[in-house]
T-cell receptor, first 111, second 113 residues
Framework: DAKTTQPPSMDCAEGRAANLPCNHS???????VYWYRQIHSQGPQYIIH???NNETNEMASLIITEDRKSSTLILPHATLRDTAVYYC????????????FGPGTSLSVIP | SAVISQKPSRDICQRGTSLTIQCQVD?????MFWYRQQPGQSLTLIAT?????????ESGFVIDKFPISRPNLTFSTLTVSNMSPEDSSIYLC??????????FGEGSWLTVV
C-alpha cells in the first residue's frame, strides 16, 4: 500500500497559487518526500523532493511540517499547463526498494 | 538526469498474441521497474527488473504472463503474453538513479482488440 494520502481532486484559478496537501503520518526518519506529476497522455515527471527542510526549485516549493507527518506542494502561479495528476510518495533516498504510487491528486487549473 | 526511451510508443494487438516492449536508459540507473497504468487509474507496479537474474514480481503478476529481462544496467524488456482486452493499458518503464529520483519513459500505449 502507498504510504501517503492525498485528496482525489482540487481546482485552482489560473495565476493563483496551488497548494496540494499530502499526509504521510507513518514516515520514518530517513525517508524523503518526493512529488511527481503526470500530465495527460505523458509519462510522469519529477518535481521536487525533501527531507525536513523546505525546498524550492524552478517548478515548485515543498513545505514539510516540523513533525514530518504532512507536506504541501506549492505551485506559486498555476497555469493551465499545470493541470495534471500529482503524486506524493515517500521513499528512502538511497534505497533499492520499490516505489508504490497512490491515486494522487487530480489538479484542474481553471481559466 | 536520465532519459528513458520506450518502444513501441503505441500499438494495437490481436488478442492471443504477445508483444515485447523495450526500454533503454541513456545513463546507468541503479534500479529499473515496470508499471502498468490502466485507463483513469494510478500506476501499478508489475515487477522489479533485476540485472542478470529473474525479475521480482508483485502480487497479481506472474512471470509467464509478463516475462521481463534486464541483460545490462541500461536495457530491459517486458513482454505481455497471450494478450486479452484486459491488458489494454499504458506500460511504463522507470529507472532510479543513485539519489533515488525516478525517471519515467513516455509509456507504451497498448490496445488489445
Amino acid at each position: 500500500d502507498a504510504k501517503t494520502t492525498q485528496p482525489p481532486s482540487m481546482d485552482c484559478a489560473e495565476g493563483r497559487a496551488a497548494n496540494l496537501p499530502c499526509n504521510h503520518s507513518t514516515i520514518s526518519g530517513n525517508e524523503y518526500v518526493y512529488w511527481y506529476r503526470q500530465i495527460h497522455s505523458q509519462g510522469p515527471q519529477y518535481i521536487i523532493h525533501g527531507l525536513k527542510n523546505n525546498e524550492t526549485n524552478e517548478m515548485a516549493s515543498l513545505i514539510i511540517t516540523e513533525d514530518r507527518k504532512s507536506s504541501t506542494l506549492i505551485l506559486p502561479h498555476a497555469t493551465l499547463r499545470d493541470t495534471a495528476v500529482y503524486y506524493c510518495i515517500v521513499q528512502l533516498k538511497t534505497s533499492y526498494d520499490k516505489v508504490i504510487f497512490g491515486p494522487g491528486t487530480s489538479l484542474s487549473v481553471i481559466p | 538526469s536520465a532519459v528513458i526511451s520506450q518502444k513501441p510508443s503505441r500499438d494495437i494487438c490481436q488478442r492471443g498474441t504477445s508483444l515485447t516492449i523495450q526500454c533503454q536508459v541513456d545513463s546507468q540507473v541503479t534500479m529499473m521497474f515496470w508499471y502498468r497504468q490502466q485507463p483513469g487509474q494510478s500506476l501499478t507496479l508489475i515487477a522489479t527488473a533485476n540485472q542478470g537474474s529473474e525479475a521480482t514480481y508483485e502480487s497479481g503478476f506472474v512471470i509467464d504472463k509478463f516475462p521481463i529481462s534486464r541483460p545490462n544496467l541500461t536495457f530491459s524488456t517486458l513482454t505481455v503474453s497471450n494478450m486479452s482486452p484486459e491488458d489494454s493499458s499504458i506500460y511504463l518503464c522507470t529507472g532510479t538513479d543513485s539519489g533515488n529520483t525516478i525517471y519515467f519513459g513516455e509509456g507504451s500505449w497498448l490496445t488489445v482488440v
